[in-house]
């Protein structure tokens, strides 16, 4: 088979515009003749770099996912203490983060091995990150002594928990809501170090 011609389209652009429509549309309702129209190229050029929709969707999501802790951690590393490093962790996962795509990749994992592997490389990604900022407060006497492990577990399942919801539009649960338990939850578990006031989103 010959190599289809992707001059002018980089295979970033490709996993760009298949995040943007599998967020949009859902793996099962989305196309690649949908991808390829969004990226500028031909369903044969997707077909050849990737293992049709399977290897698309967990490659968009972990470039989106790239992307995104890339950016956020460049906030996390400028923030002055452990505290102002969580809740834009929090910000970011819980008013920023595509949940949608994340549970598509999910449910693929249920019956695929690579895409598996994929959400646990995430998943544990996510998990270490909270785990550092939580120990590093707790180190520097800004949280109150604990388990940094067991902190990270419940926070994490919190939020592991209730942020599909709000990607599902589920009745009764909000944003604020979510938002107000997981900060109430964590100054429980951290002590008045932590600053548990409604977050400034941003952008």
């Known amino acids: 088979m010959p190599r ?3 001059d002018h389209v980089r295979k970033a652009q490709i996993l760009t515009a298949a995040a943007a429509v599998l967020s949009e549309r859902g793996y099962a309702n989305a196309r690649v003749v949908d991808i390829a129209k969004a990226a500028g190229t031909s369903p044969a050029a997707i077909l050849y770099w990737f293992e049709g929709k399977h290897g698309l969707l967990a490659e968009a999501l972990a470039l989106r996912e790239l992307e995104f802790h890339d950016r956020y951690t460049v906030r ?3 923030a002055a203490t452990a505290s102002e490093q969580l809740r834009i962790l929090i910000e970011a996962m819980l ?3 595509d949940w949608g795509l994340w549970m598509e990749l999910c449910v693929l994992a249920l019956r695929d091995q690579s895409a598996a592997s994929e959400r646990d490389r995430m998943d544990r990604r996510w998990r270490a990150m909270l785990r550092k900022v939580i120990r590093d407060g707790q180190q520097r006497g800004e949280f109150i002594a ?6 990270m577990f419940v926070l994490a399942a919190l939020l592991d928990g209730m942020a599909p919801l709000l990607a599902m539009k589920a009745k009764g649960v909000t944003a604020a809501q979510v938002e107000c338990t997981w900060l109430a939850e964590a100054a429980r578990l951290l002590g008045p170090g932590f600053d548990s006031s409604p977050l400034r989103r941003s952008r």
């Open 76 to 78: 996390i590393q400028r």
């Open 95 to 97: 008013h920023h983060y």
């Open 4 to 6: 289809p011609r992707l």
């Open 146 to 151: 604990g388990d940094p492990d067991e902190t």
